[in-house]
């Protein structure tokens, strides 16, 4: 990780939000010149790239027309839209900490500088930056490269003349970051050569900033913050590991706490008793997980990522089943079915009743989600990178079952719940993976699918092909998917 001493920050959708100035703003100049423009949200579209460039691609404006579109639309924003626009709750508090650590921050934005003073003025946002820099209202420096040069000629060479580039073979590239919600700050700043981070609050579609190859996409100022200047590096050096162990498994001791307490006491098996446990675990690692849970930045994250869990709910429940059915299956065949999951309840006899459902199929997954992904997992990934954050989540919740048969069952469904996590950004993905992975043991053990037979092949050979498809359309390609 770079250790970035000069941060250049887009302005809108970056900084503050400006849907409504904008996007209204453009309506006028539509509506005036006979276009159709009644839907606000198709128009945000035109939040981060230059106007020239959207009123040309959206409505296929020739130059003449575009001029015009362009005059109409500061004719609004000049009076009124500057004004309609809001930044983002947390955003005084980060730039503080950053100015507080030394760094060196300017604005990147393709907005007409006029306008970008008014905006940082009226919010109490222009004591933050020494450097400001946007486009000019004839035209000039409209491009976000040409834009990002000139921030650069402004703090590493000012007496050099604009446009004039040889000074960039001295810039130290390496300790600069461009951050932006679109992709042009992204594409602008690789042709620069410097890294980029991209930020999901703003106005990015799904999968923009990922093939726009963004060094690092953040979904809010806390992870902003860790990556800039908490760094997992510096959280590990001033961090005992001990006490990022005992961090990472307070979900579990409180699991297993919890689950030792009543089995101690409830040694007549009482169902009422029985029940008790999962849902007192439950609250508790509910707060907890409340309470570590990264605040978002923008209702847009909330709301992207409902919309993903909808979109994903159908394949989420699909591969699920696939992979649990598979796998029972698989297990019958070698012969090792007696210590596996769906044998170990009927041992119990608690499958043929209606509480196996509610206890095992809908209870304990929700506990279990909490302690392992919620908890475990997402704790894992404050301290350490991602991959190892799944693996040792995974391999926790494989160990958690109990033997070896179990262990790698539980360790191929752990990584599938921390990709599905990671995926969706929603705890309910993980719910629904969960849930229906065990009612399709519960049910599958029920009407004796996991036996071995020509039918179970066949089943095998189908429910392989669903798991291979729902999984490639979930992780594999999701940037053909547009909001």
């Given at each position: 990780?770079?250790?970035?001493?000069?941060?250049?920050?887009?302005?809108?959708?970056?900084?503050?939000?400006?849907?409504?100035?904008?996007?209204?703003?453009?309506?006028?100049?539509?509506?005036?010149?006979?276009?159709?423009?009644?839907?606000?949200?198709?128009?945000?579209?035109?939040?981060?790239?230059?106007?020239?460039?959207?009123?040309?691609?959206?409505?296929?404006?020739?130059?003449?027309?575009?001029?015009?579109?362009?005059?109409?639309?500061?004719?609004?924003?000049?009076?009124?839209?500057?004004?309609?626009?809001?930044?983002?709750?947390?955003?005084?508090?980060?730039?503080?900490?950053?100015?507080?650590?030394?760094?060196?921050?300017?604005?990147?934005?393709?907005?007409?500088?006029?306008?970008?003073?008014?905006?940082?003025?009226?919010?109490?946002?222009?004591?933050?930056?020494?450097?400001?820099?946007?486009?000019?209202?004839?035209?000039?420096?409209?491009?976000?490269?040409?834009?990002?040069?000139?921030?650069?000629?402004?703090?590493?060479?000012?007496?050099?003349?604009?446009?004039?580039?040889?000074?960039?073979?001295?810039?130290?590239?390496?300790?600069?970051?461009?951050?932006?919600?679109?992709?042009?700050?992204?594409?602008?700043?690789?042709?620069?050569?410097?890294?980029?981070?991209?930020?999901?609050?703003?106005?990015?579609?799904?999968?923009?900033?990922?093939?726009?190859?963004?060094?690092?996409?953040?979904?809010?100022?806390?992870?902003?913050?860790?990556?800039?200047?908490?760094?997992?590096?510096?959280?590990?050096?001033?961090?005992?590991?001990?006490?990022?162990?005992?961090?990472?498994?307070?979900?579990?001791?409180?699991?297993?706490?919890?689950?030792?307490?009543?089995?101690?006491?409830?040694?007549?098996?009482?169902?009422?008793?029985?029940?008790?446990?999962?849902?007192?675990?439950?609250?508790?690692?509910?707060?907890?997980?409340?309470?570590?849970?990264?605040?978002?930045?923008?209702?847009?994250?909330?709301?992207?990522?409902?919309?993903?869990?909808?979109?994903?709910?159908?394949?989420?429940?699909?591969?699920?089943?696939?992979?649990?059915?598979?796998?029972?299956?698989?297990?019958?065949?070698?012969?090792?079915?007696?210590?596996?999951?769906?044998?170990?309840?009927?041992?119990?006899?608690?499958?043929?009743?209606?509480?196996?459902?509610?206890?095992?199929?809908?209870?304990?997954?929700?506990?279990?989600?909490?302690?392992?992904?919620?908890?475990?997992?997402?704790?894992?990934?404050?301290?350490?990178?991602?991959?190892?954050?799944?693996?040792?989540?995974?391999?926790?919740?494989?160990?958690?079952?109990?033997?070896?048969?179990?262990?790698?069952?539980?360790?191929?469904?752990?990584?599938?719940?921390?990709?599905?996590?990671?995926?969706?950004?929603?705890?309910?993905s993980v719910l629904v993976f969960h849930i229906s992975a065990n009612m399709a043991?519960?049910?599958?053990?029920?009407?004796?699918?996991?036996?071995?037979?020509?039918?179970?092949?066949?089943?095998?050979?189908?429910?392989?092909?669903?798991?291979?498809?729902?999984?490639?359309?979930?992780?594999?390609?999701?940037?053909?998917?547009?909001?």
């Open positions: 990780m770079n250790q970035y001493r000069y941060i250049l920050f887009d302005l809108d959708g970056t900084l503050t939000d400006p849907k409504e100035g904008i996007t209204k703003s453009v309506q006028y100049a539509c509506q005036t010149l006979g276009y159709e423009a009644k839907n606000l949200n198709k128009l945000e579209a035109f939040i981060g790239p230059p106007l020239k460039v959207s009123f040309r691609d959206l409505y296929g404006m020739d130059d003449e027309t575009v001029s015009e579109a362009i005059r109409l639309y500061r004719e609004r924003f000049q009076k009124v839209g500057v004004y309609e626009n809001i930044p983002y709750k947390g955003i005084h508090e980060v730039l503080d900490d950053l100015v507080k650590e030394g760094y060196v921050l300017a604005i990147a934005s393709s907005k007409p500088k006029h306008f970008v003073d008014i905006v940082l003025k009226h919010f109490s946002l222009e004591k933050h930056f020494e450097y400001v820099v946007g486009s000019e209202l004839d035209g000039t420096r409209d491009s976000k490269t040409e834009v990002i040069y000139e921030a650069l000629r402004l703090i590493f060479s000012p007496d050099t003349k604009e446009g004039d580039l040889s000074f960039l073979e001295e810039v130290p590239k390496e300790l600069v970051l461009m951050v932006g919600d679109r992709k042009y700050d992204i594409l602008s700043a690789g042709e620069v050569g410097i890294d980029a981070m991209g930020v999901l609050y703003g106005y990015a579609k799904e999968g923009e900033l990922e093939e726009a190859k963004a060094t690092y996409i953040v979904e809010n100022f806390e992870q902003m913050r860790t990556i800039l200047f908490l760094n997992n590096k510096q959280i590990s050096a001033t961090k005992p590991a001990i006490l990022k162990t005992a961090d990472v498994l307070l979900p579990l001791f409180i699991f297993w706490g919890i689950s030792l307490l009543f089995r101690y006491t409830n040694k007549a098996s009482n169902i009422w008793i029985t029940f008790l446990e999962p849902m007192i675990a439950g609250i508790l690692l509910t707060v907890l997980y409340q309470k570590r849970k990264i605040k978002e930045v923008s209702y847009k994250i909330v709301d992207r990522n409902r919309k993903l869990v909808i979109r994903y709910l159908l394949p989420t429940a699909l591969l699920a089943i696939a992979v649990a059915i598979g796998m029972n299956i698989a297990l019958e065949m070698l012969g090792i079915k007696d210590v596996s999951f769906s044998n170990g309840i009927v041992q119990e006899g608690k499958l043929f009743s209606i509480y196996s459902f509610a206890l095992f199929g809908v209870l304990y997954p929700v506990v279990e989600e909490l302690t392992f992904r919620g908890g475990i997992y997402q704790q894992m990934k404050t301290y350490y990178p991602d991959s190892i954050a799944i693996i040792v989540s995974a391999v926790l919740f494989g160990a958690y079952h109990g033997n070896i048969v179990q262990f790698v069952y539980g360790t191929i469904m752990g990584v599938l719940l921390a990709l599905v996590y990671r995926r969706v950004k929603h705890f309910a043991v519960l049910v599958g053990t029920n009407v004796g699918l996991y036996t071995v037979s020509t039918i179970s092949t066949l089943i095998l050979a189908i429910v392989g092909g669903t798991a291979i498809i729902c999984g490639y359309y979930m992780f594999l390609a999701p940037g053909k998917r547009k909001n």
